[in-house]
């Protein structure tokens, strides 16, 4: 990857790796207090990379559940990376074994936002700039999390901020991937599913099946539309 | 540090794992059937779509529509509508935090 790449890549991945400042610090400290060491912390970061998920594990560890049900919970909790590696290899066709192997570990929420936004809007954005972003970006969670083990309990960021900062992230990103009404309809469909199907089972899992079914109503819809543009050119 | 730790790490480590690569490596020298792709395209909108509301809609785990208690949701209208003008997420972002911060503030 040319230095130009890792540039490009940087600087539109900036504001994941500034959000990540926060959230990160205040993973280390969670993590800190339940026990795990900054080296432990380190290595967490690096092979897990999962931010809600490693709160979840701070979480969990401090009501003494098995390690067994840790790891099951982080699964389901992150099972949503399997619809966003399907959706991005379309873009990374052509790469080596290498490569997907990097840039399955750093897909995240954050980076799979900004990627998809990229490919879909931006006719530059290549594959290596996309493995340059989720590396930064990648990186920017393992030093923050770090120092966050470090700092241990000595500041005091309110949590309802700290945790708004992906929150408003999200909504920003969701905006940008507002492409057409069916797209409009597709959302709506996984805001009122993704509601009441965490009232009723009160499970993370609720955010996959959300989603998978509101993309099938989209799918459903769009070749609806597309019949209809069919017949009405045939006539 | 306990050895349960470490297996946590190591455990959740390939839990995590296993969903990013299987796709990736299943799809690399595959041709993705255009149905799939077509439903694919609605993938990010519909999980972003649920995680804002998964999270917004609810303040300590239960459903609550009370701006005043809820304070997650008059900063989320402002973030949409700032995204919706600026198309920037970082401003929109830093709109956001903002918001909730003199919420948090006033409450």
């Given at each position: 990857m040319?230095?130009?790449?890792?540039?490009?890549g940087?600087?539109?991945?900036?504001?994941?790796?500034?959000?990540?400042?926060?959230?990160?610090?205040?993973?280390?400290?969670?993590?800190?207090?339940?026990?795990?060491?900054?080296?432990?912390?380190?290595?967490?970061?690096?092979?897990?990379f999962?931010?809600?998920?490693?709160?979840?594990?701070?979480?969990?560890?401090?009501?003494?559940?098995?390690?067994?049900?840790?790891?099951?919970?982080?699964?389901?909790?992150?099972?949503?990376h399997?619809?966003m590696s399907?959706g991005l290899i379309?873009y990374l066709k052509g790469k080596s074994s290498g490569f997907y192997l990097i840039y399955a570990q750093t897909i995240v929420?954050?980076t799979f936002?900004?990627n998809?936004?990229?490919f879909?809007?931006?006719?530059?954005?290549t594959p290596n700039k996309a493995l340059a972003a989720n590396i930064?970006a990648h990186?920017?969670?393992?030093?923050?999390?770090?120092?966050?083990?470090?700092?241990?309990?000595?500041?005091?960021?309110?949590?309802?901020?700290?945790?708004?900062?992906?929150?408003?992230?999200?909504?920003?990103?969701?905006?940008?991937?507002?492409?057409?009404?069916?797209?409009?309809?597709?959302?709506?469909?996984?805001?009122?599913?993704?509601?009441?199907?965490?009232?009723?089972?009160?499970?993370?899992?609720?955010?996959?099946?959300?989603?998978?079914?509101?993309?099938?109503?989209?799918?459903?819809?769009?070749?609806?539309?597309?019949?209809?543009?069919?017949?009405?050119?045939?006539? | 540090?306990?050895?349960?730790?470490?297996?946590?790490?190591?455990?959740?480590?390939?839990?995590?794992f296993?969903?990013r690569i299987?796709p990736m490596l299943?799809f690399k020298?595959?041709?993705?059937?255009?149905?799939?792709?077509?439903?694919?395209?609605?993938?990010?909108?519909?999980?972003?779509?649920?995680?804002?509301?998964?999270?917004?809609?609810?303040?300590?785990?239960?459903?609550?529509?009370?701006?005043?208690?809820?304070?997650?949701?008059?900063?989320?209208?402002?973030?949409?509508?700032?995204?919706?003008?600026?198309?920037?997420?970082?401003?929109?972002?830093?709109?956001?935090?903002?918001?909730?911060?003199?919420?948090?503030?006033?409450?």
């Open positions: 040319t230095k130009k790449e890792w540039l490009i940087f600087k539109k991945i900036i504001h994941v790796m500034l959000s990540y400042i926060p959230l990160g610090l205040a993973c280390g400290i969670a993590l800190h207090k339940v026990g795990y060491s900054p080296l432990s912390v380190i290595i967490m970061s690096f092979l897990v999962a931010g809600a998920g490693q709160f979840m594990i701070a979480q969990l560890t401090a009501v003494g559940a098995s390690p067994i049900s840790i790891i099951a919970t982080i699964f389901f909790l992150n099972i949503r399997l619809l399907s379309q929420d954050e936002g900004t998809i936004i990229q879909t809007t931006n006719p530059k954005w930064w990186l920017s969670w393992i030093i923050s999390s770090f120092c966050g083990s470090l700092i241990g309990q000595k500041v005091d960021v309110p949590l309802t901020v700290v945790n708004y900062v992906l929150v408003a992230m999200f909504i920003a990103m969701l905006v940008e991937q507002l492409l057409s009404k069916v797209h409009l309809i597709a959302a709506l469909s996984a805001a009122i599913l993704a509601i009441l199907l965490k009232i009723i089972i009160r499970n993370n899992i609720s955010i996959v099946i959300a989603a998978v079914v509101a993309s099938t109503i989209g799918l459903i819809l769009s070749s609806k539309i597309g019949e209809l543009d069919n017949t009405q050119k045939n006539k | 540090m306990t050895i349960d730790k470490w297996i946590i790490i190591l455990g959740s480590a390939i839990a995590t296993i969903p299987v299943f020298n595959k041709e993705m059937p255009p149905l799939l792709t077509k439903w694919l395209s609605f993938i990010p909108v519909a999980i972003f779509s649920a995680l804002v509301f998964s999270d917004v809609v609810f303040w300590k785990d239960s459903f609550n529509l009370n701006p005043i208690i809820n304070i997650k949701l008059f900063p989320s209208i402002i973030v949409f509508f700032a995204a919706y003008k600026t198309k920037n997420i970082f401003i929109s972002m830093l709109i956001g935090i903002l918001a909730i911060s003199l919420m948090l503030f006033a409450v």
